[in-house]
């Protein structure tokens, strides 16, 4: 019993000496492309469970201030880090498992300029826990599980000017959360499940760009207080009715509901404008924007066009009316369109095209006239009214296929693109002319094609795009690998060939101490514990010996002592 007192003592000093010796990550100055830089410093496999308070942090060279994480799993954020190293001004946690940001976390991340906690597993975030960051500039929360956001959180980071908080599963903001951002320019709230937001959010922010795509908005009251709006994105949600605020310069609302668009300030200075995919019938009211140089009105049942309908848009360069259900396009309706670069009229129901409503878009660059059943166009006067077009869409509709050969034939003489967009997917096994399908007789049928979207991009005609962009792109692919396969050929060479005491040995040797260490307590607790069986394993053997060999003696005497009666008794 007194050796087992004695080790079980043993036993919890070793433990507490295990215990207090705190782990010290140091860190790798690698930067994320195998280069070497002092001012940078990467932390391995950092581990920090509920309580963080047995971490701490050191770096061979003074002053690191770019940080990042690899093969780490943080619960919360070590505020180890914000005092050991003061001047640290962009740090990563991106994908790290963090779950919880503390209260007094940042106290003393006073030069903190750039956090990103994205790919993270916050669920929530609490009043005035970014207090101590006084000059961030970025905070990045996309991509975690936040549900909940409090009207002070954002309280305490006055300098902030951008903030992301896409991808999570925000329902409801308060409507005081942004209010002391005076600075916030860019904000992302894209893909997250809001359903209302209040009339003044943005009312004391200078916002320039805000995106709410992809939530579940029925409204949105653009009301731009400084007028510094540039971008507003609300594509993908439940609107149904929008009201045009004078200054944005260019507005998302494609994939709505909307049946109805409001006009009512007199001078607008939106340049471009997405009414795609939604409920349209009527889109008259559009025609008050004088300032537009896009205007995608695509996928809406709008079955015709005033006449009036693009009469001040005199800078309209890029015009989307695909799947507008259109039977005809009157004269005059491009008559003031002398800017119009861009047309797509495909996927309507035209019969017959008169290229000469066009007459006035002499700089007509790229031209649809897909899908719409037409057999004939009059092709000829192509060049001569459009000498800068560089790609006609032909695809689907009603060609004879003799027919299309001369089309074809005639557009690859002017240096004219007719070939059809990849995302057509096309089969060839129906007749065609350089996989536009045509009727080689009378009775022939076409296949069917479902119309697909054209988006305007503003890059290079989509021939220049196939062949040299491609090429061009490949060539950059060949390059990055080759440069990435170096830059980590380099890496490991350097690592490999540096002696003990470069920062990654360095590193590693910590780590491996502290761990060498616990194995070796380890060890001795188990050594002891062996000894102490062994011993009392060994007492009690003893013992049992003695005692058996007690009785054998006593047998002995006994058996004897009957053996010499007997004995006795039979002498
Ligand atoms: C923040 O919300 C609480 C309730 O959640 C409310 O009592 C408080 O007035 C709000 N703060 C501000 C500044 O509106
Ligand atoms: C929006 O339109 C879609 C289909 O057009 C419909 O399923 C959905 O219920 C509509 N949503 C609202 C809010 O009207
Ligand atoms: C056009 O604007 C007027 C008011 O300016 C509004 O009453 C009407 O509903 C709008 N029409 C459409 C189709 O947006
Ligand atoms: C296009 O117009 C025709 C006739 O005007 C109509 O039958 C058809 O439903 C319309 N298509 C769509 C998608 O609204
Ligand atoms: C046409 O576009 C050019 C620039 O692309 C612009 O300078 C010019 O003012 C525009 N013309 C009209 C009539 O708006
Ligand atoms: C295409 O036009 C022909 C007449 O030129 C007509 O018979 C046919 O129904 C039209 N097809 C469609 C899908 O509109
Ligand atoms: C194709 O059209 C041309 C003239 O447009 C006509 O002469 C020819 O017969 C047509 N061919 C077929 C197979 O319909
Ligand atoms: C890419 O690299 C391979 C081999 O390194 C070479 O054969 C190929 O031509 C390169 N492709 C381009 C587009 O440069």
Redesign the pocket.
Known sequence: MYHLRISAILVVIIYLTGVTEAVIYQCDHYNPDGEYTVRHCTLHGVTVVHDAADIDFSSEYPRPYWFDFQHSQMDEIPRALFTTFPEMQTIDFRETGIENINKFTFENAKQLRHLFLRLNKLTSLNNFIFKGCDRLEWLDLSHNQLQEVRNKTFHDIRTLTRLDLNHNRLTVLPEEVFWELPELAHLSLNDNQLVVLDRETFFHSRIVSLNLNFNRLREAHMVDRFQSWQRVHLRGNQLTSVEIPPVPVEIDVSHNNLTTILVSYSNILVESLDLSHNLFADISNVSALNFLHTLDVSFN?L?SLPLTTFLKMKQLARLNLEAT?L?TLVHGLFSQQSNLTWLDVSFN?LQTIDLTVLTAAAKLEHLHIDGNNLTSVGYERLPAMFPSLTYLGLFANAWNCSYLVDLVHFCRQHSINVAPQKSYGTTLDASNVQGIYCKSSQSSVLPVVTPIEHPIDTAPPSAELSIDRLLEMMQEMNKTTEQLVQEMMRALHQRATSAVGTPVVTASCTALHAYNYQVFILLILFAILILNVGFLLWVHHNANVRRAVDRMILFRREQGASIQTALHEDL
Do not use: M, S
Request: proline share 0%.
């Open positions: 049942a079955q259900n039977t129901r």
